[in-house]
């Protein structure tokens, strides 16, 4: 252990430790929109622009795979010389991204500096939900629940005033929100990179030992992202994310338009899509926080399961035409969904340590959601086209039961470090 790992964090950063809590909530809190507040955007690009369907679900599934890339080398580097420079420079081209919405109509160019900021988006995400394993292997799946849920509510501010836009509001209008949205990622992520720093590796609160079996490691060993990938338990849980990713994304992505499906009021799809956001975010918050006491494993197994049923509970509201029944079941269904984004980097740290954390989650993401990104967006929307949203609902139902029950062996094998064992030179004498 080095001499700064006995140090407090007041000593490390000459303030608390919750200010760069703070700091990693924010940053997350500002690039929300990319991802959650697109369900009420992308109706608006489509119209100003003559974009079809398919071109602006394409964008989505752009999002999902270039943000999910942006992970790995964003968690790399924030492992090796901190998250300062990196959520700083991110956070600039992350902006780029949202303000490329008002270039348009020029499909290439708006895609490619979209493509640019999702990837450095990436970066902040993990720079800031990897705070929580680095800073906070005492409350862990709180820390981390509530800086994963920044990812959704920093979307409400926005999704409000663009689903008031009226069809008639001349174009001005929404791209305003777009020059505020894109101000905001740039500015926050640089006041938030100051505020940013890691602990020494080794780095724990003084005094504090696990007190319940949740919360206690498997083995103390701190596995390097190869090392992780050697142990079958990683690609479990990259299995299960892209199931549960694919489920939850193809849902919130396209909700305005599933509730629209059915002939819904206005009123319902604004309700779906603001309580989702708002879900999304708790979802994230309380099942982190329960994975302290009852296990990350049982949490992720429930969560999942009674995600997938409340997904095709919304294909039967739709059926029987109850407008209040879908609404609430797309809601719930988000909050249980949503954990994934919080119990999935929470176990990384638990599983394979905090050294690595940032490398861990990132290729574990960058795998598993790009790879989910691909039927949330644009496959889904062809099985839609085909088929109609209750098959491609209830195929994301099927997908979400799935990813909870794979994870079952888990909850029994978590992986245990053995290393190899190296014969001792007086061994090797007595076999010659």
């Known amino acids: 252990m080095s001499t700064g790992a006995t140090k407090t964090d007041r000593e490390i950063l000459g303030y608390s430790r919750y200010v760069t809590f703070a700091a990693a909530f924010f940053a997350m809190f500002v690039i929300s929109p990319f991802e959650y507040a697109w369900s009420s955007m992308s109706g608006h690009l489509g119209a ?10 394409l964008l989505f599934t752009l999002f999902v795979i270039f943000q999910s890339v942006g992970m790995l080398p964003g ?35 708006v895609a490619g500096l979209w493509c640019v900021g999702s990837f450095f988006a990436g970066f902040i995400y993990n720079n800031a939900v990897s705070t929580g394993n680095k800073w906070f292997c005492d409350r862990r799946g709180l820390t981390t629940g509530v800086i994963a849920g920044a990812f959704s509510w920093g979307s409400l501010p926005f999704i409000f005033p663009i689903r008031a836009i009226p069809a008639t509001a001349p174009s001005a209008v929404f791209f305003d929100v777009v020059y505020i949205m894109a101000a ?25 030992t696990a007190k319940s079996k949740a919360a206690t490691r498997p083995s103390d060993h701190d596995y390097t992202v190869a090392e992780a ?45 603001g309580g989702i956001a708002l879900a999304n975010g708790f979802g994230k918050l309380v099942l982190g926080s329960l994975s302290d006491r009852f296990g990350r494993e049982t949490m992720m197994i429930v969560s999942y399961v009674v995600s997938g049923l409340l997904l095709f509970l919304t294909v039967v509201a739709g059926a029987v035409h109850g407008e209040a029944l879908f609404v609430i079941a797309a809601i719930l269904a988000i909050f249980f969904w949503a954990s994934l984004f919080s119990l999935f980097p929470i176990t990384i740290g638990h599983y394979f340590g905090e050294a690595a954390a940032g490398g861990n989650y990132g290729v574990l993401y960058a795998l598993a959601k790009g790879a989910g990104g691909l039927y949330g967006g644009i496959l889904s929307a062809v099985l839609i086209e085909r088929h109609g949203f209750p098959f491609a609902i209830g195929v994301a139902g099927l997908m979400a039961v799935a990813a909870g ?5 888990l909850k029994f094998r978590p992986p ?13 004498v007595a076999q010659q």
């Open 48 to 57: 100003l622009y003559g974009w079809s369907h398919e071109q602006v679900a």
């Open 75 to 109: 968690g790399m580097l924030r492992d090796r010389f901190g998250p300062r420079w990196t959520t700083a420079l991110s956070g600039i081209f992350a902006g780029l991204g949202i303000f490329a919405l008002s270039l348009g109509p020029s499909y290439p160019l």
């Open 184 to 208: 905001v990622i740039g500015g926050v992520s640089i006041l938030a990179a100051v505020l940013m720093k890691d602990p020494p590796r080794g780095w724990k609160p003084a005094g504090w």
């Open 229 to 273: 990938l050697r142990t079958w338990q990683m690609w479990v849980l990259i299995a299960s994310f892209v199931l549960i990713s694919s489920a939850g994304l193809a849902g919130m992505s396209k909700m305005v338009a599933y509730s629209n499906s059915f002939h819904f009021t206005a009123t319902a799809a604004t309700a779906a899509a």
């Open 405 to 409: 029950l794979i994870l079952v062996p």
């Open 416 to 428: 245990v470090w053995k290393p190899e064992r190296r014969p001792r030179l007086a061994e090797i």
